[in-house]
């Protein structure tokens, strides 16, 4: 990547008007588990561009000496760590801000997010019961999929320790955010870089509910046929990706990026920058449900606001009540699993 590309991406994470010089940030370790895989290696590269970062570690059970002599030598001010195998997670985790966990395996094709959950299930309670050891205070931001029953096991792995603080969980569904965006912007024809599209519910199928009612710019161009084909096409991005791979990987790229801007977004409310939003899987009370995707206002202490849905459609309406019964299935699967094991 040529230094101006690089540049271009580290401005981009820049975004939202955020213009206070680095020297006067406080230092920020990053934590990413991980970070050998397919969606950890690019989203190291990611991180690595952020000013806001000053310490990167970098942990997987392989693979991280050669991803971070790779990253470390980038010339920008975070300095990196790598880690390796069991022994060497608490001091990856040690003095963590946060916590950003893409560890696991990807889906394959005809592999449901079901299917992940037999074996991701186990991977995320163990990194959880070290994170409540040795960084108690992080910001967990969960990748690992299926997010619906990961972010559920971390709580209740966070509470059997008596470190959960519910304002310092997050589900990462901001993948969603941006398909539901670059979908919407290329059928609307307007410019990409000034949409938002909120996207609330879970991070599986149907459970992905985008609101594309809410999207500004708003566009009077879009038929009731356009919007369910974009709400159907943002919910299956993700097979989309599998089936183009052929069998030769998932999503990691986008997942990555995706992963950089919501990581991005904690940062920069942990150091107060204000009117930072996000969509994220939260434990919520916006529905009857647990936990629940919906915009979230990050500052200081994690979650600040938990923002309600706001005016809905009738096609939202209805795949609102639709997709309950499976993110709950999922949600509780979780709670189960972790209970249990």
Do not use: W
């Not at 310092?168 to 307007?190: P, S, W």
């Amino acid at each position: 990547m040529r230094p101006s590309l690089l540049r271009t991406a580290a401005q981009h994470l820049r975004r939202r008007d955020y213009s206070s010089s680095a020297a006067a940030q406080p230092e920020r370790k990053v934590a990413i588990l991980g970070a050998a895989g397919g969606i950890g290696q690019p989203l190291a590269l990611l991180m690595k561009l952020n000013p806001l970062v000053s310490s990167l570690s970098l942990y997987d059970i392989a693979g991280t000496p050669g991803v971070t002599a790779d990253v470390s030598h980038i010339n920008t001010p975070a300095l990196v760590k790598g880690f390796m195998a069991d022994d060497q997670l608490a001091e990856a985790l040690q003095g963590a801000d946060v916590v950003i966990i893409p560890a696991g395996v990807p889906r394959k094709p005809g592999m449901t997010r079901d299917d992940l959950f037999k074996i991701n299930a186990g991977i995320v309670k163990g990194l959880c019961t070290a994170i409540a050891k040795h960084c108690p205070n992080a910001l967990v931001n969960m990748i690992s999929n299926p997010v619906n029953s990961t972010v559920p096991i971390a709580a209740e792995v966070f509470k059997k320790a008596g470190t959960f603080d519910e304002k310092k969980l997050f589900g990462v569904t901001t993948l969603d955010v941006v398909r539901a965006k670059t979908f919407y912007a290329g059928k609307a024809n307007v410019p990409v870089t000034g949409v938002n599209v909120p996207v609330v519910g879970g991070h599986a199928g149907v459970t992905i509910l985008p609101l594309f009612s809410q999207a500004t710019p708003a566009s009077n161009a879009l038929s009731h046929e356009d919007l369910k084909a974009l709400t159907k096409r943002t919910q299956d991005g993700g097979t989309e990706v599998v089936e183009a791979k052929a069998g030769k990987g998932s999503a990691t790229l986008s997942m990555a990026y995706a992963g950089a801007v919501f990581g991005d977004a904690c940062l920069k409310g942990l150091n107060g920058v204000p009117d930072i939003v996000e969509c994220s899987f939260v434990q919520s009370t916006v529905t009857e449900l647990p936990f629940f995707a919906s915009k979230v206002r990050l500052g200081k202490n994690g979650v600040e606001e938990v923002i309600g849905l706001g005016e809905l459609s009738a096609f939202e309406k209805e795949g609102l009540e639709s997709l309950k019964g499976e993110l709950l299935s999922s949600i509780e699967k979780g709670i189960k699993f972790a209970q249990e094991n």
